[in-house]
């Protein structure tokens, strides 16, 4: 009588194969935490660069109006809940509104808070030194990226 042989994989093949694909897990997962920080840092620095474009827009607006546009500015409010929004000139400020941005969450929670404040008689910006402080978190890439 023949004996039937089980086709099956042994316990120290199984635990084998864990083992090798816990090693790779180890080694991959702090490059993909790595490069989904940078993604998220890089979204960031992208909000901020549309929101400069569009307060820009918005001035160039308010000026052709004939209506003072001083007083315009981009706050960036850093830390574990941050954001990225238009304040001061109020006109400027509405008409940002309008193509739909209010406040934007920041994806990275390890931005420092600032201001970046445009002159309408320059046309410049106008940063405080904390947006170009590095970001806490890997890659520590730097939001004052939007306005270079």
Not at 58 to 67: I, L, P, S
């Amino acid at each position: 009588m023949k004996k039937n042989m089980n086709k099956g994989f042994s316990l120290v093949e199984l635990i084998i194969v864990i083992a090798i694909m816990a090693v790779l897990v180890g080694v991959l997962a702090p490059q993909f935490i790595k490069y989904v920080e940078s993604s998220r840092q890089s979204t960031d620095i992208d909000n901020l660069a549309e929101y400069k474009a569009a307060v820009e827009a918005a001035v160039a607006d308010v000026m052709a109006d004939g209506e003072d546009a001083a007083g315009a500015k981009i706050v960036v409010t850093g830390g574990a809940s941050g954001s990225i929004k238009v304040d001061g000139n109020t006109k400027v400020k509405d008409k940002v509104a309008d193509v739909g941005l209010n406040t934007t969450v920041l994806k990275s929670k390890g931005w420092p808070s600032g201001n970046a404040t445009y002159d309408d008689s320059n046309f410049k910006w106008t940063v405080d030194g904390s947006l170009s402080t590095q970001n806490t978190k890997k890659p520590n890439k730097k939001l004052i990226a939007a306005f270079e």
